[in-house]
């Protein structure tokens, strides 16, 4: 270790600045984020600094005195070289205060690192000046980690501190601090449901300590298929989980970001092959949480797009247990951007309509044919490849023109992924040429023809040349 990290109290501590630029502005942020009082001294303070701190702050402006310094835990010298830095470095270290003077790290006592403030988290991290880049590249990094309510978290959990010690024995205190961070009462808190929290917390606490008490579920949304399109919170939630219960359309990739020791339960299912009836799915939730664990149901795009995530959270929450939801890119909007296609677009369509084409068997899709081809809108189908015949006839048999544009997407977002477009009476050709078989969307209307893929005259040129 090349420099000892220290966290000062600068609360409501005067903190002289010397210096009235840009430079000596940034260190007042900084220090004022920590609850400091900044006492700008210089000749010449930049009318801005005034502007932003107006009372907030004092502004001496002159060339600093040993009497300006007097009592300063730590001092800043942000000026020019010729304003002789080391002058004013001298000066206060004689004051009793740690320097830091900006761009002179021979000059300092110490070096402000790369923070990241979360309230009662602060994380400092610093490279001694070998690799600035790579420091902020690792913030952000570390910064993606966190929940954003995290602050608030530890707060609520320091209001508990003493509450658990008159509670919880020695032994089980840090069992108990390590379900409480993974479990429902931190659930709710970070969800900003404060009053849910605490009657959590209560209820976990006033509960016999070797009944520790259900986990909680998380139905999470995976996205389509590209990690990068997972969110913040599902991916934290997927290195937390104790438990992960995923769908067929979860990708390995995905999968491969969860701790190496959680349960990894396939309940996917493909269609009309129930793998696992969905009751199962539910009772295997409930179970895992009631071992206490944190469970993570993982889902393809959003769980409340044809996900059944609505039924799951009923169920869940119908046994008692703590249940939060977070979204995800659903494959309509994740297949539209990869094949640079909007789904509204003023020229072409002012409004975009998600649809199942599931059904059973050879049944057709049971849908409003006539409406949706009235719309004259953006129809997306989810789950359509196998009755693409049937909803490409009834929507011209209902009125829709068979020259409307289609696009199909399938494995959108993966490597995988294959586009293909052409009109809607050869929407069957399409798909058949280009082997599609799923998971495909197809996308109905205008923007389809917007669609970066072949058309089926390239198919089959393709085709030709291979052959
Ligand atoms: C049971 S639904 C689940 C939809 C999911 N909840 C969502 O929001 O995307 C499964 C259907 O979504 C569509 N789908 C999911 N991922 C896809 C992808 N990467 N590319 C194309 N379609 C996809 C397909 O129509 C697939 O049959």
Known sequence: MKKYPLFIDLDNRRTPIIGGGVAALRKARLVAAAGARPVFIWPDIDPEIEREFGDAAEYIDCRPAAADLAGARI??????????????????????????????????????????????????????????????????RIEAMLPARIGALLDFAAGYRDAVKAKIGEGGRRAFWERFFKGPVAAKALAGDEAGAREAMIETLNRPQDAPGPGVVHIVGAGPGDPDLLTLKAFRLIQQADVILYDRLVSNEILNLARRDAD???????????????????????????????????????????????????????????????????????????AGMALTHRDAAQSVTFVTGHAKGDAEPDLDWGALAALKNTLVVYMGVGKAAAIAGNLIRCGRSASTPVAVIENGTRPEQIIVKGALGELPALIGRAGVKGPALLVIGEVAAMADGDTLSQLLEKERLVA
Not at 86 to 106: H, I, M, Q, S, Y
Not at 114 to 131: C, E, K, M, N, P
């Open 75 to 140: 001092v800043f010298v942000a000026v020019e070289d010729g304003d002789d830095p080391a002058r004013w470095a001298e000066l206060a270290k004689t004051a009793g205060a740690l320097v830091n003077v900006v761009d002179r790290p021979a000059l300092c006592d110490f070096t402000t690192p790369s923070i990241i403030d979360r309230g009662a988290l602060v994380i400092a991290i610093s490279t001694d000046g070998a690799g600035p880049v790579f420091g902020r590249d690792l913030r952000a």
């Open 264 to 338: 990894r339960v396939y309940v996917g299912k493909a269609k009309a092959d129930h793998a696992v009836p969905q009751e199962d799915i539910e009772a295997r939730m409930i179970a895992f949480a009631r071992e206490g664990k944190m469970v993570v149901r993982l889902k393809g795009g959003d769980p409340f797009v044809f996900g059944r995530g609505g039924e799951e959270l009923e169920a869940v929450r119908a046994a008692g247990i703590a249940a939060a939801v977070t979204p995800g890119v659903t494959a309509a909007t994740g297949c539209a951007a990869a």
